[in-house]
């Protein structure tokens, strides 16, 4: 018996969620999975490093930043009117303070998770440099993120 990740549902977990709570069952669910696959049970006591080894796949956690990355820079590289674009550069322009509308006030409250902050988080730079970076004309899927990061 075999566990398989539907890439497409990942796909969309990586884009539209926040994984702060839940990274620690995916990762779970992930080591389940490659222990089921190569046949380990509970009881033969190997770890999970050696398990991570001997199959040789990326953390989850890591595959999902990655295809965060790539949606980023696919949004970024859209045409200007697109309504993807214009939102992300949006929220481009609101992390670096640069707000359109000046009587807008934060809510209330403990400032949530957003999905640019995660980018910002994963990949080290600004927003502002993410954005430039992910803006080079014919940039692969992750060419401007290893751009940021031999720098």
Do not use: Y
Request: one cysteine or more; hydrophobic letters at 40%; proline letters at 3%.
């Amino acid at each position: 018996m075999a566990c398989v990740i539907d890439s497409h549902s990942l796909l969309v977990i990586s884009i539209t969620n926040k994984l702060n709570e839940d990274s620690h069952r995916l990762q779970a669910f992930h080591m389940t999975c490659q222990r089921r696959i190569l046949g380990v049970r509970w009881n033969d006591f190997v770890t999970n490093r050696a398990v991570a080894d001997s199959t040789n796949l990326p953390s989850i956690l890591s595959t999902i930043a990655a295809r965060r990355h790539s949606f980023f820079g696919h949004i970024r590289r859209l045409s200007a009117n697109t309504p993807a674009h214009k939102a992300l550069k949006l929220a481009v322009d609101s992390r670096f303070g640069d707000i359109s509308h000046q009587d807008w006030n934060r809510p209330a409250g403990r400032p949530r998770t957003t999905w640019m902050s995660q980018i910002v988080q994963n990949t080290g730079l600004t927003a502002a440099d993410a954005w430039a970076l992910a803006d080079v004309e014919g940039a692969t899927t992750h060419s401007w993120l290893r751009a940021a990061v031999s720098e």
